[in-house]
């Protein structure tokens, strides 16, 4: 499965936590993120993420190009519903286009586990067939 790793500028040590934290499973996918976290993701884990521009400079869009053409299985979004920034990736794009496709999107640390902990258990199956 591709698995899609965006955190805002005040979530992105929560990022790399659950990322150590689930690191066996996210080794047996594909991973993508923006630039920054990607690197931050990296530097703790040492799984091989294909990261895009930083979130401000395009990455954001990046993600919503493979998005809209359903090259990703799951999005993991740690995004900080009280202080976002105006140069930080707007979640409301990625929620809408996540919608359109049928791909789960996790906005919390809470809906990331129990998507990581479902795709572990073979419950993202169905993410094939629907492609």
Known sequence: MRIALIAHD?????????CIAYRGILAKNELFATGTTGRLVEEVTNLNIHKYLAGHLGGAQQLGVQIESNDV??????????????HEPNI???????????????????SAVLLLK??????????????
């Open 118 to 131: 479902s795709l572990d258990r073979g419950d993202m199956e169905w993410r094939e067939i629907y492609k």
């Open 92 to 110: 409301s794009d990625l929620c809408r286009l996540c919608d359109m496709h049928n791909i789960p999107i996790a906005t919390n640390l809470a």
């Open 10 to 18: 005040a979530r992105k040590k929560l990022m790399q936590n659950f």
């Open 73 to 86: 299985d799951l999005v993991i979004f740690l995004r900080d519903p009280m202080t976002p920034k105006v």
